[in-house]
């Protein structure tokens, strides 16, 4: 089975079509890790998409936020700010559809899916110390998580816990992991709608079951347009700008 995993589309509809369009024909489901809302001006596309296509769907902290089910007063203000105009958005079946994700994480075809870790959803995994004890609460040795918004991920092999080095820092559009058997995984798509790893490309990538065999992609979306519903929508600023530095 051919997945195409993302995470964090955070109601960017011209990133999410550049992602679907680039992966056209090279997946047969598709699952993602959180965030469909919260900070972009388009929450309805992308949840009208997702209803129609998305194979599996984990929620997020800003799918909580922006669904009415969570209270926003430890949310920034930015943050605060994008989750009401987004519940005020939302259409009503959309904001059931929101309100309704499944909490991860959820068992699939030999891998985990969740939105921060397996522990607790909300959790940031940054760093080797933040990922290295979660290895040990995994119940596959492959799993997918998002929140960062940063490409990449880690390994445990030999004992040891490594960084899965950052596909931006090799300067390529596609990097390929070949999973080692011996191994477990702790794998991040990346953001399609807000990456923060300094490269602005939407993020995404494609993981073959069957070959045990992933690749790490990005790729370019009109920022512009994206920037412009965020400024005519009346959000704030600071959301628009970030998305041309992708931080
Ligand atoms: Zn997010």
Known sequence: MRYLI?????????????????????FDQTVCLGDL???????????????????????GNHDRACSGSED?????PVARAAAEWTQRQLTPNNLIYIQELPKGPIALNGFQVMHGSPLDEDEYMVAVADAGPVFAYLEAPLAFFGHTHLQGG????GNRVRTIARPRARKQDD????LDPDCAYLVNP???G?????????AYLLYDSEERYLVFHRVTY??????????????????????AIGR
């Open 194 to 202: 807000q990456p923060r790893d300094g490269d602005p490309r939407a």
């Open 37 to 59: 809302v919260g900070y972009g001006a388009d929450p309805n596309p992308v949840v009208d998409w997702a209803r129609a296509n998305a194979g599996v769907v984990v929620r």
């Open 72 to 76: 926003l007063e430890w949310f920034n």
């Open 222 to 243: 009109d920022v512009t347009a994206a920037q412009a519903k965020i400024v005519n929508a009346g959000l704030p600023d600071l959301l628009a700008a970030r998305l």
């Open 6 to 26: 993302f995470s964090d589309i955070h109601g960017n509809w011209e990133a999410l079509r550049a992602v679907v369009e680039a992966a056209a024909g090279k």
């Open 154 to 157: 880690f390994e445990y092999c």
């Open 175 to 178: 990097v390929p992991l070949q």
């Open 190 to 192: 990346g953001s399609v």
